[in-house]
């Protein structure tokens, strides 16, 4: 079965400090990972995905197959960095992601 | 530009009385359509969703139904409301599988 994991709910930080939101996924083949982001009074959304290996907003996120995680990082939190972070899985039927339950990321100035 | 609209934007309905949520696209042809209930602590959970006019395919036994009258149409739909209908639905779109364009959303409260 497919499954993404976000063990955590909240992740409070300070303005300035690193930021780690973690994901792990269970699923047998080779998957297609992303983060999606949620703002304040905004849509949902496309943060970035790992075939790409880009870096969106300063964040970056790093297939790791043997430790089946995709951690969502950035080495200096901003306070607009403030949002609810998705991560989602794209396994053998393409037409579909599977979500994980979301963690709220709140940077303290 | 491509556009999805979703209404209404919040919703007040009894128990037992009928639901129907209407989503469309514009700006693009033959996209895969969805609907996801977004709730507190559980993220987001894939209900329905379309590859073509007429072709649902159900994620999960529910209350409600699914619909695609139409090529950019998409419409959630229930005969009977339960208390546990109550959420957050969210409709989207895509051409590609893993970059979804997600619509406002419905506030649904079952009284």
């Known amino acids: 079965a497919q499954r993404v994991t976000q063990p955590e709910k909240l992740l409070s930080v300070f303005k300035g400090a690193p930021v780690e939101l973690k994901c792990n996924y269970s699923?047998?083949?080779?998957?297609?990972l992303f983060w999606y982001v949620q703002y304040s009074r905004q849509r949902l959304q496309l943060l970035l995905r790992?075939?790409s290996r880009e870096s969106i907003k300063g964040f970056t996120a790093d297939l790791n197959k043997g430790e089946t995680s995709f951690h969502l990082k950035k080495p200096f939190a901003q306070e607009e960095d403030s949002a609810m972070y998705y991560c989602?899985?794209?396994?053998?039927?393409?037409?579909?992601?599977?979500f994980g339950a979301g963690t709220i990321l709140r940077v303290k100035s | 530009s491509q556009t999805i609209h979703q209404w209404p934007a919040t919703l007040v309905q009894p128990v037992g009385s009928p639901l129907s949520l209407e989503c469309t696209v514009e700006?693009?042809?033959?996209?895969?359509l969805y609907w996801y209930r977004q709730a507190a602590g559980r993220g987001l959970q894939l209900l329905f969703y379309?590859?073509?006019?007429?072709?649902i395919s159900s994620e999960v036994p529910q209350n409600l139904s699914a619909s695609r009258p139409q090529d950019r149409q998409f419409i959630l739909s229930s005969k009977k409301l339960l208390l546990s209908d109550s959420g957050f639905y969210l409709c989207?779109?895509?051409?590609?599988?893993?970059?979804?364009?997600f619509g406002p959303g419905t506030r649904l409260t079952v009284t």
């Open positions: 989207a779109w895509s051409v590609q599988s893993y970059e979804q364009y």
């Open positions: 699923y047998s083949g080779s998957p297609e």
């Open positions: 790992h075939i």
């Open positions: 989602a899985l794209s396994g053998r039927d393409k037409n579909k992601l599977v």
């Open positions: 700006g693009t042809s033959n996209p895969n």
């Open positions: 379309s590859v073509g006019i007429g072709q």
